[in-house]
T-cell receptor, first 115, second 114 residues
Framework: AQKVTQAQTEISVVEKEDVTLDCVYE???????LFWYKQPPSGELVFLIR??????QNEISGRYSWNFQKSTSSFNFTITASQVVDSAVYFC????????????FGAGTRLFVKA | EAQVTQNPRYLITVTGKKLTVTCSQN?????MSWYRQDPGLGLRQIYY???????DKGDVPEGYKVSRKEKRNFPLILESPSPNQTSLYFC?????????????FGPGTRLTVT
């Protein structure tokens, strides 16, 4: 069975702190895709990053970075020097061939960044 | 502008009264999907479609129906809504039918069933 676990329900940090959001996934497939989405207080869902299972390179985009480790089935997301605008719910998601390319989302991590 | 649209955005209805939430995308995407978002549960997939006339159940399909007669539209039908279907619903689309690309989400439909 496929599963995505985001163990951190809520995280609160002060502006300029670094913060890491954890994502652990389970799948039996060798080919799969991992995603992070952001849901700001306004409610829309915004795509952040996509990774396929054959590409373990870490990625950096401005203050955002992602660490993909197949050995630990983790795809963690770090925000460096957090800002108030980073306050949102962040979702990790998994898609694979098992069950016909369903998409499984984690429960989400709510990040509060205080000024 | 590339987008996914949903209507209505807000809906209050009574138990048992059939309703349809429409979803349309203008990006010629093959994959479309419906999710419900409930506190503490994240997004759960209701149904998805890998192409026209091809639909399949997600993790929580009970009480819902869908159809994909045209590539751009993917309506969600609640034949007999019940209070446990009160939720925030999102429609999404993606470039290919395999779910291997990011999804673009509609603005959401907040449904209350009394």
């Amino acid at each position: 069975a496929q599963k995505v676990t985001q163990a951190q329900t809520e995280i609160s940090v002060v502006e300029k702190e670094d913060v890491t959001l954890d994502c652990v996934y389970e799948t039996r497939d060798t080919t799969y895709y991992l995603f992070w989405y952001k849901q700001p207080p306004s409610g829309e869902l915004v795509f952040l990053i996509r990774r396929n299972s054959f590409d373990e390179q870490n990625e950096i985009s401005g203050r955002y970075s992602w660490n993909f480790q197949k050995s630990t089935s983790s795809f963690n997301f770090t925000i460096t020097a957090s800002q108030v605008v980073d306050s949102a719910v962040y979702f990790c998601a998994l898609s694979s061939y098992t069950g016909g390319f369903k998409t499984i989302f984690g429960a989400g991590t709510r990040l509060f960044v205080k000024a | 502008e590339a987008q996914v649209t949903q209507n209505p955005r807000y809906l209050i209805t009574v138990t048992g009264k059939k309703l349809t939430v429409t979803c349309s995308q203008n990006m010629n995407h093959e994959y479309m999907s419906w999710y419900r978002q409930d506190p503490g549960l994240g997004l759960r997939q209701i149904y998805y479609s890998m192409n026209v006339e091809v639909t399949d159940k997600g993790d929580v399909p009970e009480g819902y129906k869908v159809s994909r007669k045209e590539k751009r539209n993917f309506p969600l039908i609640l034949e007999s809504p019940s209070p446990n279907q009160t939720s925030l619903y999102f429609c999404a689309s993606s470039r290919t039918g395999q779910g291997d690309y990011e999804q673009y989400f509609g603005p959401g439909t907040r449904l209350t069933v009394t």
